[in-house]
């Protein structure tokens, strides 16, 4: 299991287990982790699993595709090294990754 701290935006943390292999918002859901939604189930279309990822744990990501950008777009109030946790595979160099939540996600 992999380690990763949610950050909601009124300050509350969570260090949530997350199963490698799986995508980081389904370990959020798993964990009910209020700021991730989830709308779409995962499909990369409704952009309500937004996480900003701490400027350390870059590195440890997968590149932004095209899809997830394009629907990063579509959301007001673009944050700082904004993802979908959607499209985030969990592996083991996230292990202690920390991640902030948007105040809303639509
Ligand atoms: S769950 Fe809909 S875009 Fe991630």
Do not use: H, Y
Request: proline residues 5%.
């Amino acid at each position: 299991m992999v380690t990763v701290t949610f950050i909601e935006a009124d300050g509350a943390r969570f260090d949530v287990a997350c199963a490698e292999g799986g995508s980081l918002m389904e370990a959020a859901r798993a964990a009910d982790i209020r700021g991730i939604l989830a709308d779409c189930g995962g499909n990369c279309a409704c952009g309500t699993c937004r996480v900003f990822v701490d400027e350390n744990w870059l590195g440890a990501l997968a590149p932004i595709a095209e899809l997830e950008a394009a629907t990063l777009e579509m959301r007001d109030e673009p944050g700082p090294n904004e993802r979908l946790s959607c499209q985030l595979p969990v592996t083991a160099a996230m292990d202690g990754m920390v991640v902030r939540l948007p105040k809303r996600q639509f």
